[in-house]
């Protein structure tokens, strides 16, 4: 790793509603806590699409979008134990709590009253570095490819922690919406020897033969019943309706999770699709219990993602990407030093 730089290129929200603009900016110098990190992919979240469009109405302006970070260590502040220049690092969407506040204290650090939020209320990783605080830095010490690994870190980690709060006992478990998250939750599922039933757009043949290449035993359109009753749904799809039809699959005492942080509006359903003990829950954030679970057990499975790689200045297009649906998997973007690497050393890094 070269010196560190003062100035770095930066896809940057000056205005939610507006497109990003390609700037270059300054290259932050970590505080005690945090290590600072060249960034060498970050995925592409549906949740930035959220923030771009103004259905997250706090972010901090200017911005730097993007929390499935993946690049290596640079600096390191003071304070910091245990990650050292060079160590392959994720951040992810938590980027900071006090750990003080009283659902900290409790163990529900996901919840905590001063969180920030990488990309959101922090800057983030389309650039190409950043800081982050080194409670929210896990180590990855196995990465083979900086663009597969990034969607572990939202799409991977929240879909983690949607999936063990789906319950034990799960034998058969819905996923409306095969997005990024889906794609990679479906691989832990069926490694865990359960059945997954895919939901998509009705009509779209192509997500659904993704599913059923990954494992599923079932996969069509939301619009329609699962050929068995479940155990069990996620739903990663920011659709309302949704809520009320993986409640009527589901059966008795099974549980319907809702994974996103923006979801329409959910129509009024009768009590009996709720009733015999169904449990209807979100989840919000992760806990740094769930990223250390989920990043080791990723690479055991192994979890595959399927990614779309952009240039770091074609985030506007791989948002766009993302929002007309146009591609199967995670969008990714890559950082001009990584792209020379791999120009340099072929494939096999
Ligand atoms: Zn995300
Ligand atoms: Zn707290």
Redesign the pocket.
């Known amino acids: 790793m070269n010196h560190i730089p003062e100035m770095m290129r930066a896809m940057v929200l000056e205005a939610q509603g507006e497109p990003l603009q390609e700037q270059t900016v300054p290259v932050s110098m970590p505080a005690p806590e945090q290590v600072l990190i060249q960034i060498h992919a970050c995925g592409v ?3 930035d699409l959220h923030v771009l469009d103004g259905d997250l109405t706090d972010p901090k302006l200017p911005l730097i979008l993007g ?2 970070i993946v690049g290596r260590v640079a600096a390191t502040g003071a304070n910091v134990e245990g990650l050292a220049r060079g160590d392959w690092v994720g951040v992810p ?1 938590l980027g900071y709590t006090d750990q003080t506040c009283r659902f900290c204290q409790r163990g529900q650090e996901n919840l905590c009253e001063q969180a920030k939020f990488t990309g959101y209320t922090l800057d983030g990783g389309y650039a190409e570095y950043t800081v982050a605080h080194q409670r929210y830095t896990f180590p990855m010490p196995g990465v083979t490819d900086a663009a597969e690994a990034a969607p572990l870190l ?2 991977g980690l ?1 879909g983690y922690r949607s999936y063990r709060l789906a319950g034990d006992h799960v034998e058969r478990l819905g996923l409306y919406g095969f997005g990024a998250a889906a794609h990679i939750i479906a691989q832990v599922a069926v490694d865990q020897g359960q059945e997954v039933y895919a939901f998509t757009r009705p009509g779209d043949d192509e997500k659904q033969a993704f599913a059923r290449d990954l494992g599923a035993v079932w996969a069509g359109g939301s619009d329609v019943q699962p050929p068995e009753a479940l155990d069990a749904a996620i739903i990663f799809a920011p659709v309302g309706p949704l809520v009320p039809a993986a409640l009527r699959a589901t059966i008795k005492g099974g549980t319907v999770v809702c994974a996103g942080i923006h979801m329409s509006d959910i129509p009024s359903f009768p009590y009996r699709i709720l009733w015999e003990e169904r449990v209807l829950r979100s989840v919000a954030n992760l806990t740094r219990r769930d990223g250390e679970e989920f990043l080791r057990l990723a690479p055991q499975i192994p979890v595959k993602t399927d990614v779309h790689r952009y240039p770091l200045t074609e985030a506007n297009a791989a948002l766009e990407d993302l929002r007309a649906g146009r591609f199967t998997g995670a969008a990714v973007l890559v950082m001009p030093s990584y792209q020379q690497k791999e120009d340099e050393e072929g494939d096999a890094l």
């Open positions: 979240c549906r949740t929390h499935e969407w939202c799409a929240i």
